[in-house]
């Protein structure tokens, strides 16, 4: 089995981003850039599988600007064997991304695409199942266990109430929430291994997809302050105030 | 210029998010539809009826949407689509499974946790785990859309609206529903309740996780959350997961205790009413949202606060 897992290189979760003073979007010059961590445990699915067998290939793609090179190094330091790069400046949205993931599904012919479940910076939770979609297959999205058979999978999901499972035909997709795994940390010998590893470019024009912005940013703006309140001495004051002050017990 | 609202629902008995919901939807258009799909799904069809701002119900029932299976559920609200300009989906994991579905199918982007309408074709939305506000316009002809619940008041009751019943779609055979492990509880639902108890790492461990926070929650008669650090610690289940991609909550009461305030936290509650803190550490970021913070061991003052309610 081929499994294809896209990554996208995303503002580090540990950076609080500022919102630019002309409201244009937010500023990320010299910001630590990192793998959105959905991602990586996308990355981490895919490289256990192969080692318990049931995968033969993996392949990491990135859609965005030439320095997610440096993100699909990092997936194949993973244990991703090979990587596709499809370059654009355009900051694709999630279902220009759909698209040319479809158009790469088309291409390698993967019989599972494992995503992450939402990225961090745009905080969509979209591609995962629009690529289904697009493709008319199966999903099963925000999995904590993935069972692979033969010509199907079962995957556990974590939903508002609980788990539910659920067992799709292949091909399909998938999409990894946190408690899926814990990625391994990647050691120097397969980063400089991961270097090696093939890489191809291309770009939206070379698959056929149109990445025009169907979703205006009108502006972008800090989210309302919440002010910081009191620091209260003890629990006697703290119970007073939330009866008397705050009304809320 | 009519909007359809998908319902979230367990047959019996319609989701409160799709209360929230119906306010979006009311906030686009005048004419707001339900869509109820389920099996044996005719009480919470009435229940969707009874909504004030609702004017017609959808009803589309057979055993092929008794799971609410993403595939099957997206081709039902695909079969009646192109009649409105918006459909909107409470943010929930049901709601986020299945409208992305429908937008690529419809070849149209998908506006994703508004908190605000500000016109019909405008809307305001969180990105990097809140800490900026996007306002987008889209240009597409139908709006594929899902709410933020805490961002809008839930509707209230009205007269009955008119119930018509739909073609079931057919099976897709794409997935198939194998089993639910559904946590049974006493307390209130995560993000419905009015006072959370959420705990963090410095709780320590799974079992004094449990002894600390249960008899203050059961005092309050408060849900129970959790920071990602004590979900990934192992403390306490995955769907008590309170932050930016777990659940998104809005008590008139959240008391965060042992949590630092981490911003994907932060994301997740900082629109509670009103927010304590108890933290040994004066610097954790927590304190910087809480109405109230008390710089304690929690170890004591929990136990001490329990007695003093």
Not at chain 1, 67 to 90: F, H, K, P, S, W
Not at chain 2, 278 to 299: R, T
Request: hydrophobic share 45%.
């Amino acid at each position: 089995m081929k499994i294809l897992v896209p990554v996208k290189r995303v503002v580090d979760f540990n950076v609080k981003v500022r919102v630019k003073s002309d409201g244009s979007g937010v500023d990320i010059t010299n910001v630590k850039m990192s793998m959105n961590p959905f991602d990586e445990i996308a990355v981490e699915e895919a490289v256990r599988l192969k080692e318990k067998g049931a995968a033969a290939e993996i392949i990491a793609v990135s859609c965005g600007v030439a320095a997610c090179q440096e993100t699909l190094r990092t997936a194949m330091a993973i244990g991703a064997d090979r990587a596709i790069l499809v370059e654009t400046n355009d900051e694709p949205q999630p279902l220009a991304v759909a698209k040319l993931l479809q158009a790469l599904v088309a291409k390698e012919q993967p019989q599972l695409v494992i995503l992450g479940k939402q990225a961090i910076d745009d905080d969509n939770n979209q591609t995962g199942q629009m690529l289904a979609a697009l493709l008319d297959w199966g999903q099963a999205t925000f999995a904590s266990r993935i069972e692979a058979q033969a010509d199907a999978v079962t995957v556990t999901r974590e939903v508002d109430s609980g788990l539910e499972t659920v067992k799709l035909p292949l091909p399909a997709v998938i999409t990894a929430d946190l408690r899926l795994n814990e990625p391994r940390y990647v050691t120097l010998p397969n980063i400089m291994k991961a270097k090696k590893k093939p890489l191809l470019v291309t770009n939206p024009a070379d698959l056929g997809v149109d990445v025009k912005t169907r979703l205006k940013t009108v502006k972008v703006s800090d989210p309302p302050a919440r002010s910081a309140g009191v620091k209260v001495p003890d629990v006697a004051t703290l119970v007073a105030k939330l009866k008397n002050e705050a009304k809320v017990i | 210029m009519s909007v359809l609202v998908i319902a979230e629902h367990d047959h019996a008995l319609l989701k409160g998010a799709t209360l929230n919901t119906v306010t979006a939807a009311t906030r686009c258009s005048s004419d707001v539809h339900v869509l109820i799909a389920g099996y044996n799904a005719a009480d919470a069809a009435r229940q969707a009826a009874g909504i004030r701002g609702v004017t017609k119900v959808l009803h589309a029932d057979a055993p092929q949407l008794e799971e609410q299976l993403a595939e099957n559920i997206a081709a039902q609200v695909l079969a009646i689509a192109s009649n409105y300009t918006h459909v909107l989906f409470p943010a929930t994991a049901h709601g986020k499974n299945v409208a992305p579905r429908v937008a690529a199918k419809l070849d149209v982007a998908q506006i994703s946790d508004i908190i605000k309408v500000v016109t019909h074709d405008t809307f305001e939305r969180p990105i990097y785990a809140g800490n900026a506000i996007a306002t987008v316009q889209s240009s597409d002809p139908i709006k594929i859309i899902t709410v933020r619940t805490t961002a809008f008041d839930p509707a209230g009751h009205g007269s009955a609206a008119a119930i018509e019943s739909l073609p079931p779609v057919a099976d897709s055979g794409k997935s198939v529903f194998v089993g639910r492990e559904v946590i049974k509880s006493d307390r209130p639902e995560l993000t419905a309740a009015t006072i959370i108890v959420s705990g963090g790492r410095g709780l320590g461990s799974a079992e004094k996780f449990t002894e600390v926070l249960t008899p203050i929650a059961d005092k309050l008669g408060a849900a129970l959350g959790a920071s990602r650090a004590a979900v990934d610690a192992g403390y306490a289940p995955n769907d008590w997961q309170v932050g930016q991609t777990g659940k998104i909550v809005a008590p008139n009461l959240y008391v965060a205790i042992g949590i630092s305030g981490a911003i994907q936290h932060l994301a997740g509650m900082k629109d509670s009413k009103v927010i304590v803190a108890i933290n040994k550490d004066p610097e954790a970021p927590i304190f910087s949202v809480a109405n109230y913070g008390l710089v304690a061991d929690l170890f004591t003052a929990v136990p001490e606060l329990v007695q003093a309610l």
